[in-house]
């Protein structure tokens, strides 16, 4: 049989798309290395309140490792996801008719530098690219915002065994904000556990399948400690961080005195005969970066104090 | 909870005592496997090229650099989720005579048959921490079905105190998540009944 293979040339980008595409590089290599800040100083505090020794051991073991992750310049977890990029930009920043093809050559690039796993395998071809690109791969999600010339961007490394598996449905009315908590909780005790936790949950409400679906990634780009603007939103975040953390799921399903990092709420408005409800699982190595361009790429990186591409 | 040092190759013997909950550390071989490799065993009817038997796998699929000598390094390894190889893992113990069974999360009734008829272990590592991981792995002796690609590649490891490893089934046939499971759901019917009392938006 012949080994079938992914065609791709790098593309001839302008000097200043190039100069994108390395920043960008840079960036995707560091958000392997090293967790945010947010989910960082989250762990912290949940280690400290398990006390059991199983539950310690386990604490322990990611604090050693996100340590040597930094010092050795290392992917913290072996499974570096499939690239995704949630993106809000502006009418007229310079770089846009390049943009795709930028993101695609950063993986590309990134994949040798960091390096990351190969995880691109074609559909009914059935084989793996063996550069962590494919079609479709990486995933780009964008809206144009408004007239401005900057762009921001949200750089996940989508794990395979924590928010790929992600699932969403469209309930009846009737079965009401009821459903969506039943829909939620259903998850917890049957994907979450395997899902490495502490999780961050994410929680879309739309009108459909894929609105709801997206919304639930959304909110996993928020931090790990912010609240929805919406007061009733706002109120189910928190009933749900409570109800999931008096499961008990513990780090690594092992049992413990929390189960998630935060739950984020995104929602949308709905058709009046459809509630849409997404459910999206961040592990604890939840490997979300942040980067924001203005036109002459100066950029910053929110999410992560004290790193210098 | 216990702490076990087990040395392959592991007789039926070393691991007899052993429960669920305790915790292992593991020297000598370790194969990582994982999905189409569990599929070409068991329904594909092809021997495994690497003998696994009275040795451990890892349902793993790690990150691997290869060296210009031709040798490979690894780079960053850790568990993949158990529950895909559920399916395969009864006819898979039985093949292959594996003792050990590493990966994340739970498994299910096929495992725990497996683990009691055969004598063998299903062991958690625990997921994300695949540098703390890879720094246990001495060397790569062997590396077959290179055509699956870098994760599901056959990468035969030779480890040294790797671990912490927790015994999730054990020989008896005993299921921490399947225990775990019970409670957890308890609670969470307890949960949904405080929270729906304060989600009626919809009035």
Redesign the interface.
Known sequence: MDTMTYDYTEPVLSPKGQKMRDILADYITVVSHRLPDDVTKKLVELSKIEVDPLQRLIYDTMMENQMLAGKLKRPSCQDTGALQFFIKCGAKFPLLSELNAILKDAVYRATKQAPLRHNAVQTFDEFNTGMNIGDGIPSVFMQIVDDSADIEMYVYMAGGGCTLPGEAKVLMPGEGYEGVVRFVMDRMTSYGINACPPLLVGVGVGTSAETAALNSKLALMRRVDSVSPNKNAAKLEHLLEDGINHIGLGPQGFGGKASVMGVNVINTARHPSAIGVGVSTGCWSHRRGKINFDSDLNYDLPLNEGVEL | ?KTWHLTTPIADEDIKDIRI?D?VYLNGSMTTCRDVAHRRLVEEHRPLPIDVSRKAILH????I?ANDDGTYEM????P????RMEKFEEDFVKETNVKLIIG???MGPGTQAACKKYKALHL?Y???????A??HVEKIVDAQWK??????TLWSCQVKDFG?L?VSIDTNGDN??EK??I???K??E???K???A?????K
């Not at chain 2, 793993?60 to 990150?63: E, F, L, Q, R, V």
């Not at chain 2, 993949?80 to 529950?83: H, Y």
């Not at chain 2, 304060?198 to 919809?202: D, G, L, N, P, S």
């Open positions: 909870m909950g915790i793993a699929g790690p990150i650099k780079v960053a390894v850790g993949t989720t158990s529950m994340k999360g739970g958690v625990p997921a994300g921490n695949a540098v703390y890879a720094l055509d699956l690609g870098m994760p599901e912490p927790i921490l998540f775990n499971k409670e957890f759901n609670r969470k307890a949960e949904i405080k929270i729906d304060q989600v009626k938006f919809i």
